[in-house]
């Protein structure tokens, strides 16, 4: 399927543009565009890198490339914002802190030792997932890892730390879901997710994991220490990422995974009342990640997977599915923002390093980079995009780097 909206009145890909849905391989001189051909849908390249010195540059200067953080030794695989600063977390085990303004590293943070102890009679080193996951809620940063302990010192399992940045030289808090069971979950946290509890606003902490189970963590302030609460079960594979919306009266945690589902969950009782599935027109493989889309004070989510689909669906009942698109490749990441104008967009990050840009809610191919396709960005796969202020986004990748973007024009400059 190629743009197909459902539905009447759906605003949705409801335009006779048209536009594959696929990346664009343009480059300086390529107007290859995801199975197109448009003579003037390039943005300015020169601009990536703020090299561009032309007085009358005819191409759209959209967006530039405000700096690149490298330094770690493995995939980076998430990103969170504090301030002028960020952290990042990697397959490296580590944990490192940038400074914005010049992406210096400011602090190098080893969270989990990745190398698992063997037995002498195997050849080769077994290494963990390192730090997959991170959610920053000031004043605390939680850091979700796999990593052996000391009860259980042959396999490793997942944890999750809790430092205090108002005191970051006390050791971080080990969320532990009984004395029984001395970790977070089973197997790697895969993702983290806040809510505040609807009755007494307090935080809730969501934690997906690679069995496919979701923990919820409430703070004990008698033994100032969060405390596992529950765990909500319903998916048989990994969780691959944990949303929380507000759905009218109704605060709600959507979770997504590797056994082709959506979960739709109430927050104040804990149940799924939802399952988005092939059965209601949804992914026939993997589910890689979800977006929340609000349009005219209506949220919707938009869902990618590993069957090359992009799906919205309508956040309220039932639940109907709003547009579908083939792609070219999977997006393996999902992230909205804006342009300079507060226009709405949509980026897809793919295996090849390459991010797409698409006009919402058309769904309207508008333009793509990456090293292969505009010399600036990514060369490996991109594993997060998050949103930032001022028409900021930031990325990572498995080429180690986390890349800083800011998009500087408006998406109706670019002609499609």
Same mark, same amino acid.
């Given at each position: ?112 030792? !990745? ?123 990994? !969780? ?13 945690? !959507? ?54 689909? !992009? ?106």
């Amino acid at each position: 399927m190629y743009g197909n909206n459902r539905g009447r009145n759906n605003q949705f890909g409801n335009n006779d543009r048209g536009g594959r849905g696929g990346r664009g391989r343009g480059g300086r001189n390529n107007n290859y565009s995801g199975g197109n051909r448009f003579a003037h849908c390039e943005i300015c390249t020169f601009h990536l890198d703020d090299r561009c010195q032309r007085d009358n540059c005819r191409a759209p200067h959209f967006l530039k490339r405000l700096g690149m953080a490298s330094g770690h030794n493995g995939t980076v695989r998430d990103v969170a914002l504090w301030g002028q600063q960020a952290f990042t977390a990697s397959s490296d085990g580590t944990l490192r802190l940038w400074a914005l303004d010049s992406m210096k590293e400011a602090a190098v943070i080893p969270q989990c030792k !990745i190398e698992i102890d063997t037995l002498p009679v195997e050849k080769s080193k077994k290494v963990t997932e390192g730090v997959s996951s991170l959610l920053l809620e000031s004043p605390f940063l939680f850091v979700g890892y796999e990593e052996q302990t000391p009860a259980i010192p042959d396999v490793p399992v997942g944890r999750i730390q809790c430092w205090n940045l108002e005191n970051p030289s006390m050791p971080p808090m080990e969320l532990a879901q009984s004395a029984e069971m001395p970790f977070a979950m089973y197997r790697n946290v895969t993702s983290l997710a806040m809510a505040k509890h609807p009755a007494t606003g307090a935080p809730i902490i969501f934690s997906g994991g690679a069995d496919g189970r979701i923990a919820y963590w409430m703070f004990d302030a008698a033994t100032n220490a969060f405390t596992c609460a529950g765990v909500m079960e319903g998916h048989a594979l990994a !969780i691959t990422r944990l949303k929380v919306v507000q759905l009218g009266a109704t605060t709600a945690l !959507i979770s997504s995974s590797r056994d082709h589902t959506i979960r739709i969950w109430d927050v104040a009782t804990y149940k799924c009342g939802t399952v988005l599935s092939r059965a209601t027109g949804g992914h026939a493989n993997i589910v890689l990640d979800i977006e929340i889309w609000v349009s005219n004070g209506e949220p919707f989510l938009i869902s990618s997977g590993y069957d090359q689909q !992009i799906i919205v669906w309508q956040l309220s009942p039932p639940f109907a599915v709003m547009y579908t698109e083939t792609l070219d490749s999977p997006a393996l990441a999902l992230c909205t923002t804006t342009d300079a104008v507060d226009g709405p967009l949509l980026l897809l990050g793919h295996d090849d390093g390459s991010i797409v840009i698409k006009e919402l809610p058309s769904f309207k191919y508008k333009t793509v980079f990456g090293k292969t396709q505009t010399n600036v960005g990514h060369t490996d796969a991109v594993r997060r995009i998050v949103p930032g202020p001022a028409h900021t986004f930031f990325t990572t990748s498995g080429d180690r780097k986390m890349m800083a973007w800011q998009v500087t024009g408006k998406i109706a400059d670019i002609q499609s």
